[in-house]
């Protein structure tokens, strides 16, 4: 208990440096108001999709880089036990920032499709809206996961020689949770707007020094997974900062006065509308790969570290069909907004077409070298070997996702988000899970079983949504729709 007081005291001062820097650096930029809005439904649908989709894939590579930063870096100068630590702690914490994640969707949603509707007042409320809550959600969140964080890691059957690892880098990485919150919401917010460069720009940075701090922290001091937890959220710190410098120096619709941190109800049942059903999605979807990491866990630490190493390739090698799936969503909520049905439409099959044409190279390249691939995180031939065994079935689902992420950005660009969550839901809980005890436990397939509920909840999921596609209903404007009956 010592020891978190400390850490939070810790973090409260570096909190307090951040803001004292985020006020010094606003008032020495006495500059001219740049515009930061780019408006996507006009132009080429092919030249606007990459543009936006390439520099938001970059953004996503980097970010889940610091993750996986922390695991090389830990893995190497820690061994096993360091990579199931920073994997464990590192999935509670990704499961409670989605909950976020999903309420920042529905800002960008939101924002595009008042932008597109050219309701400027709707868009600033929102924004004001989007941000007063995170701001407090932030806290509440930290304060409660600080609490129960040593209960979450015995329910997740933690291995005892992982335990404290992971115990490290959970409470560290929770006291940066407004970081976290921060440089998301922005993020989105910026998106909307039709901007994806610059979060790219800011978490590049942020990566940079997070690596250099992992070195020093890690490899120099010895500091394993604790150190790498406060590396990362330095850089995640940082990263907010520059988003706010950027902002406060541009033509945005918030200043960042405490006067300006307002609540309007009806914003914030709109965010709500549209934000939840995307959280609960993304909760019970990451709830459903922590399911298949406790089934792991239960096989021993080798299997466990296997488990965290594919997760880890994974979130590379889907990045693309992510990135692409996300820009959809942010130029079909523009379109949507604007009445431009048709162009939304041809930005589907256009998203399809690019995610697919990647993440089929990756899945020929990972069936080829696995290996390999393995290797470069951990060299223990146990590990390698119970990888190997699991990214044979896993593997299947680079395939299958592209069809799923476009058609679920274009979904929830169009504003139907409860569809979204209703098919996350469902793969999840009634595929992956299940599958996997089926075929990991019941059937006793180990981790081949367990890998295959990936690709069998994927398709699930296209299945529903191509379904909901088929009839139409998606072209229906829930956000504007909303607002007028307000």
């Known amino acids: ?256 006065k405490l006067s300006s941190f307002k609540f309007y109800k009806e914003r914030f049942f709109m965010l709500m509308r549209v934000g939840i059903p995307l959280s609960i999605q993304n909760v019970i979807v990451n709830f459903s790969f922590l399911v298949l990491t406790t089934i792991a866990n239960g096989m021993g630490v080798n299997a466990s570290a296997a488990v965290g190493i594919v997760g880890k390739y994974n979130g590379f090698a889907i990045l693309p069909a992510i990135a692409v799936g996300s820009s959809v969503s942010a130029m079909v909520a523009q379109n949507i907004g604007a009445g431009e049905v048709e162009r939304a439409k041809k930005t589907f099959y256009t998203g399809f077409t690019l995610a697919f044409s990647v993440t089929f190279i990756v899945f020929v390249f990972t069936r080829m070298f696995p290996e390999q691939i393995l290797s470069v995180f951990d060299d223990d031939p146990k590990t390698i070997a119970a990888g190997v065994e699991y990214i044979k079935t896993f593997s299947f689902d680079y395939l299958i996702v592209p069809a799923t992420f476009c058609l679920n950005g274009l979904i929830t660009g169009s504003g139907h988000t409860i569809i979204s969550s209703v098919c996350g839901i469902l793969s999840s809980v009634g595929f992956r899970i299940p599958m996997a005890i089926l075929f990991g436990i019941v059937l006793q397939k180990g981790l081949w079983g367990l890998g295959l509920a990936a690709p069998v909840a994927t398709v699930a999921s296209g299945v529903i949504l191509f379904t909901y596609y088929a009839t139409g209903k998606w072209k229906k404007n829930m956000v504007i729709k909303h607002k007028e009956e307000d």
């Open 1 to 256: 208990m010592q020891s978190k007081i400390n850490d939070c005291i810790f973090f409260i001062f570096v909190l307090l440096i951040i803001l004292l820097t985020i006020k010094k650096r606003t008032e020495n930029y006495k500059m001219r108001k740049v515009s930061i809005e780019r408006n996507l439904t006009e132009g080429s649908v092919v030249k606007q999709l990459i543009q936006f989709a390439l520099p938001f894939m970059l953004s996503n590579l980097i970010q889940t880089l610091y993750n996986v930063a922390d695991m090389l870096i830990v893995g190497n100068y820690s061994g096993t036990a360091g990579i199931s630590g920073v994997n464990i702690g590192g999935q509670v914490t990704f499961i409670m920032t989605n909950i976020i994640i999903g309420l920042t969707v529905g800002g960008t949603v939101i924002i595009g499709q008042y932008l597109g509707s050219g309701d400027r007042n709707g868009m600033r409320e929102s924004i004001s809206t989007l941000l007063t809550f995170l701001l407090v959600a932030s806290v509440v969140f930290t304060v409660i996961m600080l609490i129960l964080s040593d209960g979450i890691l015995r329910l997740l059957q933690t291995p005892e020689e992982a335990y404290q690892q992971a115990r490290d880098y959970l409470d560290i990485t929770l006291l940066g949770t407004i970081f976290i919150f921060g440089y998301n919401a922005f993020a989105a917010i910026l998106r909307g707007l039709g901007d994806s460069r610059r979060p790219l720009i800011f978490v590049s940075i942020a990566c940079a020094i997070n690596v250099i701090l992992d070195l020093l922290f890690v490899g120099v001091y010895g500091m394993e997974a604790k150190g790498a937890a406060i590396a990362t959220v330095i850089s995640q710190a940082i990263s907010m900062i520059l988003c706010i410098v950027y902002l406060k120096r541009s033509d945005f619709e918030f200043d960042f």
